[in-house]
């Protein structure tokens, strides 16, 4: 992922990069609690405190539910802000302010003052000492938006919930996607298990809104967090057949109009509801790294390609569902993936290998967390798809462009955000000897 062009901002992220990066490190030594973050808060004036808050967790679609939300609240004319993570290929993308990357110099400004902070912790021996590269940015971005003078934070956990470390906002609207069977070494190896860590999120008095059924494993848990808490459950339901935008614009929506109910205006002066997610916001509010689209020119004719971080089986099964609906998307692909350690490779390419024809296996050498492409290629193998190694993303990129030209199919880059920025990133660069991607306007 690119590194920060913005001298400040380089010279800031070269202090935060000593720190320990969770996301990216094996996470059976994960440290995890609120109290460094709480003192990094403390000592920043609560910055947490100066803004209202939406809090979203969920094992898929937080990102693209939180864009929707803050796209609608932005377009209605309410100062605005959404922080989320990972980013695909600039730190920027993690801080949005109206729908908008925060500028370099803004979170800069912002990402130091938690450095001092946390540097003044480390000298008084508190419990900021301990804070971790997410905890630093995560204050940072609050402080951004004390400063920016936003109303309303859309939130985004990292990880978890109850001891992420967002979770010292008092969300009013606390989001819960879906649960699936992920990070399971620390959420809990059952959906019950993850469903009370992600739960942790809900505070007293606060709007629940979700996908889950009552009945639900991971759902009767939510439901009793919220009756503990007196909260009120608001169950989003795009009906059979949605596509994952529809179901995360059911879900967007139902927290629209929970805050119109709560009394919530727009600049008019009408509440918000869910009617302001009109296709035009939709389309403001997609996410890097996506379902995204382009165009691969060079070859021997234009090749459809998608990047997608998906990395649970159930959601690259959604993906392709969804994709098979478009005529450029109905036949097979070939797909270049890398995934993490921890993530269900079988499940994930046994999904995958319904649409395959062929996979490419690749790494991502700043991914520490990362399954060898090798291996990769051999659980592939006992699955019966054809697939071959190329541990060098760009080499496997050509090389699947290669395979898919000569199948008449398109490609696929999945598996993990961190391999969809090193793509995008390079293929996107002025001196890239890579062929020409044309980003489709769709």
């Not at 009945?215 to 608001?234: P, Q, S, T």
Request: proline share 4%.
């Amino acid at each position: 992922m690119a590194m920060a062009e913005n001298p400040n901002l380089a010279a800031a992220m070269a202090r935060l990069d000593a720190l320990t990066d969770w996301e990216r490190r094996p996470r059976s030594r994960m440290r995890v609690g609120l109290e460094p973050a709480q003192d990094l808060a403390s000592r920043l004036g609560e910055p947490h405190k100066a803004f209202r808050a939406v809090h979203v967790a969920g094992t898929k679609g937080k990102g693209s539910v939180s864009a929707l939300i803050e796209a609608a609240l932005a377009g209605a004319g309410v100062a605005a802000g959404r922080y989320g993570s990972p980013h695909v290929e600039r730190v920027t993308e993690r801080v949005s302010l109206m729908g908008r990357d925060v500028e370099a110099a803004t979170l800069a400004a912002g990402l130091t003052q938690a450095l001092d902070a946390y540097e003044a912790a480390r000298r008084e021996g508190t419990a900021a000492a301990e804070a971790t590269w997410f905890d630093l940015l995560t204050l940072a971005a609050f402080v951004v938006f004390r400063d920016a003078g936003v109303a309303w934070a859309v939130v985004e956990v990292g990880l978890g919930g109850r001891l992420d470390s967002t979770n010292i906002v008092e969300g009013e609207i606390a989001v819960v996607t879906n649960i699936a069977l992920e990070h399971t070494e620390i959420l809990g190896p059952t959906r019950g298990a993850i469903a009370g860590e992600k739960a942790g999120i809900v505070k007293p008095g606060a709007v629940v809104v979700t996908t889950l059924a009552p009945g639900d494993e991971a759902g009767r848990v939510l439901r009793a967090r919220a009756g503990k808490l007196g909260c009120a459950i608001v169950r989003s339901d795009a009906g059979d057949g949605a596509t994952i935008e529809d179901a995360n614009a059911a879900l967007a929506g139902a927290v629209l109009d929970a805050l119109g109910r709560k009394g919530v205006a727009a600049r008019s002066g009408a509440p918000l509801s869910a009617r302001l997610l009109d296709a035009e916001t939709r389309a403001r509010a997609r996410l890097a790294g996506r379902m995204e689209r382009f165009t691969l020119l060079g070859g021997r004719r234009a090749l459809p390609l998608v990047l997608d971080g998906a990395h649970v089986p159930f959601n690259i099964a959604a993906v392709l569902g969804d994709l098979a609906r478009e005529p450029d998307f109905a036949g097979p692909c070939v797909a270049v993936v890398a995934l993490a350690r921890d993530k269900d490779a079988t499940g994930f390419l046994t999904e995958l290998g319904k649409r395959a024809s062929a996979i490419v296996c690749t790494s991502v050498p700043s991914a520490i967390r990362g399954r060898p492409a090798a291996e990769l290629q051999a659980l592939a193998a006992a699955l019966g798809i054809a697939a071959e190694v190329e541990p060098d993303p760009h080499r496997a990129l050509r090389r699947g462009s290669e395979l898919a030209e000569g199948c008449g199919a398109w490609l696929l880059v999945t598996g993990s955000l961190y391999l969809v920025g090193a793509l995008r990133g390079q293929a996107r660069a002025s001196l890239d000897p890579w062929p020409l991607i044309r980003r489709n306007k769709s």
